[in-house]
């Protein structure tokens, strides 16, 4: 007959246990600190090269957004504040500020005439005209980060992707599927017509009419009964106006 282990043999088992976790602890506790360490040496190269190549960071685009990368893999944002060894080292939060009060300027200058919903090519160009600069100095991944701290504001500034577009929203209007659906057939010719709508998404009528006078209704579209057909056109500005039709009005 087997024996039932004793209050020794339990005591015993009991610390082995403890030892066991008490091992497991400190190993999980030195490659913490190891981490820490690695981390924090990786820091202040990554600081060494920010001064190194600091001209290069603040006029090369595509060389900020690979900086932007590496800061990211470390759990540094350079725009988290306008202060701050980042600001001092590089001045690129100065350049995020600047160029997301130009952005917020240039949507309100639009909002007329595509109802708070831009292409972000065109608003790219707008920028560039309005900061005299070339399209290439100013990158797509600049406008994005910007938006991103525009969000604070809590004005209905973000990004969505529409078809091929990404289209920058400036007020807080919700697109549900229908909507973004439209928008995406509207970008072949800048227009659609609520026949053209029921046969690419196999709607009722109802249905359709319903998101064209939502997105009618929320200044996202314009329409035009002018035409020997008869059919109504609902017109999209959004995907349709370039920037040298608003150019005007947003120049500083």
Same mark, same amino acid.
């Given at each position: ?9 339990? =005591?015993? /088992? +009991? ?12 190993? +999980? ?17 990554? $600081?060494?090269? !920010? ?13 900020? =957004? =690979?900086?932007?990368?590496?800061? /990211?893999?470390?759990?540094? *944002?350079?725009? +988290? ?5 980042? /600001?001092?080292?590089?001045?690129? #939060? ?7 009060? =130009? ?21 790219? &160009? ?9 399209? $290439? ?8 980060? !910007?938006?991103?701290?525009? &969000? ?18 400036? @007020? ?13 057939? /509207?970008? +072949?010719? #800048?227009?659609?017509?609520? $026949?053209?709508?029921? &046969? ?5 009528? #109802?249905? !359709?009419?319903? !998101? ?11 329409? *035009? ?5 008869? &059919? ?6 959004? @995907? ?13």
């Amino acid at each position: 007959m087997r024996r039932r282990p004793g209050i020794a043999g339990l =005591q015993n /088992a +009991a610390a082995t246990r403890d030892q066991f976790r008490l091992v497991g602890e400190n190993v +999980a506790k030195v490659r913490t600190d190891v981490m820490k360490e690695q981390l924090a040496t990786f820091r202040s190269q990554l $600081e060494e090269f !920010a001064r190194k190549h600091k001209n290069d960071i603040r006029k090369n685009p595509i060389f900020r =957004q =690979q900086f932007h990368e590496m800061c /990211a893999k470390v759990g540094v *944002d350079p725009l +988290a504040s306008n202060k701050g060894v980042w /600001a001092e080292l590089l001045g690129i #939060g100065d350049f995020y500020y600047e160029l997301g009060v =130009q952005i917020v300027d240039i949507c309100i200058a639009t909002r007329s005439h595509n109802g708070g919903l831009i292409d972000l090519l065109d608003l790219r &160009k707008l920028l560039c005209q309005k900061r005299k600069a070339t399209l $290439e100095s100013l990158s797509e991944d600049d406008c994005l980060r !910007a938006i991103s701290k525009l &969000k604070v504001l809590g004005s209905g500034f973000e990004v969505i992707s529409v078809g091929r577009r990404k289209l920058v929203r400036s @007020v807080p209007t919700e697109l549900n599927k229908d909507h973004s659906g439209i928008l995406g057939l /509207a970008q +072949a010719e #800048g227009y659609v017509t609520v $026949e053209q709508v029921e &046969k690419e998404f196999s709607w009722s009528t #109802g249905r !359709a009419i319903d !998101a064209l006078e939502t997105l009618l209704k929320e200044g996202l579209a314009m329409i *035009d009964d002018g035409h020997r057909d008869g &059919k109504r056109r609902y017109w999209f500005p959004c @995907v349709t106006v370039s920037s040298e039709t608003t150019s005007g009005e947003t120049k500083s």
